[in-house]
């Protein structure tokens, strides 16, 4: 059975859906059938993720502008601009801004889904406002 046919696409610095906060979708796994998510995350000083693993991806992180602290339980490194972290599925791992100048990441995860996690946590934001 051959995969449905999926044309090249060409995403623009300024294009991408604002999911929630400063995390806009590159690429959705709708647009790849589901190989891969292309997350745009801007964080200012101070912002990041806490430590956490994902069951079902593997996420790259490629910081496009400042620096990014990534680590796990026992290590952490300063990533500079066009650095990656590599975080294999069920491994533990956070990310911060410690600087005061804002960081962008470009963040990987495959497969894809991850934009449908931050979808579902806009709706429930939404739906708490309303309340």
Do not use: Y
């Not at 995969?3 to 806009?24: C, K, N, W």
């Amino acid at each position: 059975m051959s995969e449905p046919f999926m044309p090249i696409a060409v995403i623009l610095p300024e294009q991408g859906t604002t999911l929630i906060g400063d995390i806009r979708c590159k690429v959705s796994s709708a647009a790849t059938n589901n190989q891969c998510t292309v997350l745009e995350v801007t964080l200012l000083a101070g912002q990041g993720a806490v430590l956490h693993q994902h069951a079902v991806e593997m996420e790259i992180l490629l910081v496009q502008a400042g620096r990014c602290t990534v680590g796990d339980e026992r290590n952490q490194w300063l990533l500079e601009v066009g650095g990656i972290a590599h975080f294999p599925q069920n491994t533990r791992h956070f990310f911060r801004n410690d600087h005061p100048e804002t960081c962008v990441l470009l963040i990987t995860a495959i497969p894809g889904g991850l934009d449908r996690f931050f979808e579902a946590l806009a709706a429930q934001a939404e739906n708490a406002a309303q309340d």
